[in-house]
């Protein structure tokens, strides 16, 4: 089955540590998002990547960096520098093309907990 | 820039329509689109409008108005797994392929 995965599902850092989340899809699509998501708030772009080695900032890229070497993986890394990094992160896939970043799909999330 | 306005909250009764709205400024316009996520859960795509009139699929239907900047979804004979957030989201401006998404609006179905 297609799908975008996304692990691990719950992440616990120490305050000063960088971490990565992982995000893989097997839909053959071309565009790839990093959104993040606060409690009762809607989702903000961090990164996208429109096709392999080339990414953009979003609206709160600060803090964050990303990278695509392949086409299926886009890997979020929250440095030290993100000051609020506790949240929900999102990674989203589209097909790239035509109406694509309209329909988005979307993988279970990661909640990441910093203390 | 992108704004959207959505209520934050409706309430309604099983087997009853609701309407959430949402109203937009964008400095380019190439369609509409709405989400569902439930509590913990993914966004999961639901719609997507491109021109304006009413589009259809099961129980859900979507309207857009580009002259009004104002789409809404209805969701028909409601049941209780509705219960989630409903998101819109347009086009982000200064890159096709971004959009940017309303803060939501939560829906409760009671019995």
């Known amino acids: 089955d297609g799908g975008i995965t996304q692990s691990p599902k719950y992440l616990f850092r120490k305050e000063g540590q960088n971490v990565t989340l992982s995000c893989e899809q097997n839909l053959n699509h071309d565009a790839m998002y990093w959104y993040r998501q606060d409690p009762g708030q809607g989702l903000r772009l961090i990164y996208y990547?429109?096709?392999?080695?080339?990414?953009q900032k979003g609206d709160i890229a600060e803090g964050y960096s990303v990278s695509r070497e392949k086409k299926e993986s886009f890997p979020l890394t929250v440095t030290s520098a993100q000051k609020n990094p506790t949240a929900f992160y999102l990674c989203a896939s589209s097909l790239g093309s035509g109406r694509s970043p309209y329909e988005q799909y979307f993988g279970p999330g990661t909640r990441l907990t910093v203390t | 820039g992108q704004s959207l306005e959505q209520p934050s909250e409706v309430t309604a009764v099983e087997g009853a329509i609701v309407q959430i709205n949402c109203t937009y400024q964008?400095?380019?316009?190439?369609?509409l689109s709405w989400y569902q996520q439930h509590d913990g859960g993914a966004p999961t795509f639901l719609s997507y409008n491109a021109l304006d009139g009413l589009e259809e699929t099961g129980r859900f239907s979507s309207f857009l108005s580009r002259s009004d900047s104002y789409g809404y979804l209805l969701l028909q004979e409601l049941q209780m797994k509705d219960s989630a957030s409903y998101f819109c989201?347009?086009?982000?401006?200064?890159?096709?392929?971004?959009?940017?998404f309303g803060t939501g609006t939560k829906l409760q179905v009671i019995p």
């Open positions: 990547s429109q096709i392999v080695n080339d990414f």
């Open positions: 964008t400095s380019g316009f190439y369609g």
């Open positions: 989201a347009v086009p982000s401006g200064g890159g096709y392929q971004k959009v940017t």
